[in-house]
T-cell receptor, first 117, second 109 residues
Framework: GAVVSQHPSWVICKSGTSVKIECRSL??????MFWYRQFPKQSLMLMAT?????????EQGVEKDKFLINHASLTLSTLTVTSAHPEDSSFYIC?????????????FGAGTRLSVL | TQLLEQSPQFLSIQEGENLTVYCNSS?????LQWYRQEPGEGPVLLVT?????EVKKLKRLTFQFGDARKDSSLHITAAQPGDTGLYLC?????????FGQGTELSVKP
C-alpha cells in the first residue's frame, strides 16, 4: 500500500530557532500534500495544501511566513517552522494524495511531535 | 463552511460493552471517512461511505451512513482495550479533507 514517511518523529528545539520537518511518499508520486496540526486531545486542523511545483495554499489564520512549505518534488514536501516559540509546540502530521492511488484517499504520515523550550 | 460535529467527545467504557459514536454535518457529505488514531501516530483510515443508507462492517465495527447523507454512526460491539483511541470522521471540502472534533474512546480491561 501507499506509505508516507515523516521525519523526524520527535524534535525538541530552543525558542527562536527553526525546525524542518520532512514528508516523503515512499512508493507513489504525491501530486498534493497536506499539513495538519494537532494539539493534545484535539482533532487535526488543516494548515496548508501544497501541489508539486506550486506555492502552498494556507488556511485562514495560518501564518505563511512562519510555516514555510516546500513541495519541490513529487515525493517530498517540507514544513519549516521558523523562529519557533513554545506556542508552536504541537503534533504536526503530513498527508499525501497521488495520481495513481485510490481517488479521494489521503495517506498519512506518523506525525512529528515538536516541543519548543 | 461545512461543520462536522462528533459526539460524544469522550467515552470511557469497560471491556465487552457496546458503544456508538456519531458524526453529523451541517451539509451533505461528499465522501465520509472514518479514521482511528492512536497517541503519537497518524490517523488510519477505517472506512469510506458514499451512498445514503449504506452500511459497512469491519469485524466488530459497523458504520452507517444516513439516508440524507448528513449523518453517520460508528458502532463497536464488545469493545476491547485495543479499540482505545481517537475516532475521527472526515469529509472532503473543496479537495481538502476536513476532520470532525473526534471522539476519545477509552476501553478499560
Amino acid at each position: 500500500g501507499a506509505v508516507v514517511s515523516q521525519h523526524p518523529s520527535w524534535v525538541i528545539c530552543k525558542s527562536g530557532t527553526s525546525v524542518k520537518i520532512e514528508c516523503r511518499s515512499l512508493d507513489f508520486q504525491a501530486t498534493t500534500m497536506f499539513w495538519y496540526r494537532q494539539f493534545p486531545k484535539q482533532s487535526l486542523m488543516l494548515m496548508a495544501t501544497s501541489n508539486e511545483g506550486s506555492k502552498a495554499t494556507y488556511e485562514q489564520g495560518v501564518e505563511k511566513d512562519k510555516f514555510l512549505i516546500n513541495h519541490a518534488s513529487l515525493t517530498l514536501s517540507t514544513l519549516t517552522v521558523t523562529s519557533a516559540h513554545p506556542e508552536d509546540s504541537s503534533f504536526y502530521i503530513c498527508s499525501a494524495r497521488g495520481i495513481r492511488v485510490t481517488k479521494n484517499i489521503q495517506y498519512f504520515g506518523a506525525g512529528t511531535r515538536l516541543s519548543v523550550l | 463552511t461545512q461543520l462536522l460535529e462528533q459526539s460524544p467527545q469522550f467515552l470511557s467504557i469497560q471491556e465487552g460493552e457496546n458503544l456508538t459514536v456519531y458524526c453529523n454535518s451541517s451539509s451533505v457529505f461528499s465522501s465520509l471517512q472514518w479514521y482511528r488514531q492512536e497517541p503519537g501516530e497518524g490517523p488510519v483510515l477505517l472506512v469510506t461511505v458514499v451512498t445514503g443508507g449504506e452500511v459497512k462492517k469491519l469485524k466488530r465495527l459497523t458504520f452507517q451512513f444516513g439516508d440524507a447523507r448528513k449523518d453517520s454512526s460508528l458502532h463497536i460491539t464488545a469493545a476491547q482495550p485495543g479499540d482505545t483511541g481517537l475516532y475521527l470522521c472526515a469529509d472532503y471540502q473543496g479537495g481538502k479533507l476536513i476532520f470532525g472534533q473526534g471522539t476519545e474512546l477509552s476501553v478499560k480491561p
